[in-house]
């Protein structure tokens, strides 16, 4: 992507004001290039979304991606392609999930709102509780789970909504970021208390 040279000094100049510091030519420049590719990604992805907007509008019920690229399904995170693919105003979604979806054995909630419920592998990444301990609360009773079955049969994916496991299930950990010594940034989360899920 080119830019012009006026944008790229117009840049440092935003920079200047914005942060007080002096940005060399070259950073600007990639500051300016890297700007621009976001906004040309937000823009792509816009588009694609006011397109499927449309399009719904004759298919109420949503419809397949078949446009030959790789999605992830928005709850079981699975690679799907083509008729693999489910689109409508939840997002996008495996054949699996939607039919879980439109038979009511998960809430429409799911695709909205992240932190109104539990992946599995989310017990391991938040608290550090192994998925045989999972399925073992959930054989104890301790946790209550949703399953979204397989559309060949048996079962496809398991999550653990917030609402069902009231005073058992933390609010998903509020994250903040920190800054290592070589100045690297990464995610981390607050404590939160699982003892009544492990009592
Ligand atoms: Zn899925």
């Given amino acids: 992507m080119e830019i012009s040279d006026e ?23 990639e500051g300016a290039r890297s700007l621009l590719g976001l906004a040309q990604i937000a823009y792509d992805s816009y588009k694609e979304d006011c397109f499927r907007k449309r399009k719904l ?9 078949d ?8 709850i079981c995170r699975e690679s799907i ?6 689109w409508d105003e939840g997002g996008i979604k495996c054949l699996h999930c939607q039919k879980a979806l439109d038979k009511k054995i998960i809430p429409k909630s799911v695709c909205k709102d992240d932190e109104s419920w539990y992946a599995t592998w989310e017990f391991d990444y938040y ?9 073992k609360l959930v054989r104890q009773g301790k946790l209550k789970s949703r399953t979204v079955p397989n559309i060949n049969g048996g079962e496809h994916f ?12 933390p609010e998903k950990p509020e ?6 010594e070589q100045d690297r940034v990464h995610v981390e989360y607050k404590d939160v208390d699982v003892s009544k899920l492990l009592q």
């Fill in 7 to 29: 944008k790229i000094k117009e840049f440092q100049e935003i920079y200047k004001k914005e942060y007080g510091k002096e940005l060399s030519w070259k950073e600007a420049a």
């Fill in 127 to 135: 608290f550090k509780i192994k998925s045989p301990t999972v399925r």
């Fill in 57 to 65: 509008k004759d298919h109420p019920k949503g419809f397949h991606l």
């Fill in 81 to 86: 392609s083509n008729e693999q693919t489910w």
């Fill in 158 to 169: 398991e999550l653990f909504l917030i609402k069902d496991n009231i005073g058992v299930l």
């Fill in 175 to 180: 994250s903040y970021l920190v800054k290592d």
């Fill in 67 to 74: 446009d030959g690229k790789t999605y992830s399904c928005r």
